[in-house]
């Protein structure tokens, strides 16, 4: 009787915790209430971390639709390596080429109505030392 009991609260606990996101949509077109700190909102400016800070054009972050990609980095460092990738559901890995302090990308949509990406990028400098982060994001936002 002990097992079947501590299934049903492990199944009833699962299903509790399935829904706790962010405030995630409930219905189609209704905006989440609360604003998920860890995500950048470029609506607000670029999004700064550590070492760097990450501008993307269109503000919203549309998906399947491109997308202006603006890094700045500390004096002297340049992006050597870049891409994007779903943070939460694998949604493949879409590389990314700097030019400078830009690049342009496209992402697909998802189903969900709640998808994050990430950006992690390296950047060096002409000494060969290395810096790396990552920025997150909730695309259609």
Not at 29 to 35: A, E, K, W
Not at 94 to 122: E, H, K
Request: with cysteine; glycine share 8%.
């Amino acid at each position: 009787m002990n097992g079947v009991f501590f299934s049903i609260v492990v199944i009833y606990a699962s299903m509790l915790l399935s829904g706790c996101g962010f405030d995630k949509p409930t219905e189609q077109g209704d905006q989440p209430q609360l604003i998920d700190p860890t995500l950048c909102q470029f609506s607000q400016g670029s999004c700064r971390q550590a070492n760097a800070s990450l501008a993307i054009t269109p503000v919203n972050a549309p998906s399947e639709q491109p997308l202006l990609l603006q890094i700045y980095l500390p004096d002297g460092y340049e992006v050597v390596d870049a891409r994007i990738e779903g943070r939460d559901m694998f949604m493949g890995v879409i590389p990314i080429q700097f030019a400078g302090n830009q690049a342009t990308a496209t992402y697909g949509s998802c189903s969900s109505d709640y998808m994050v990406w990430r950006l992690f990028y390296t950047a060096a400098n002409q000494n060969g030392e290395q810096i790396s982060g990552v920025f997150d994001w909730l695309a259609d936002n």
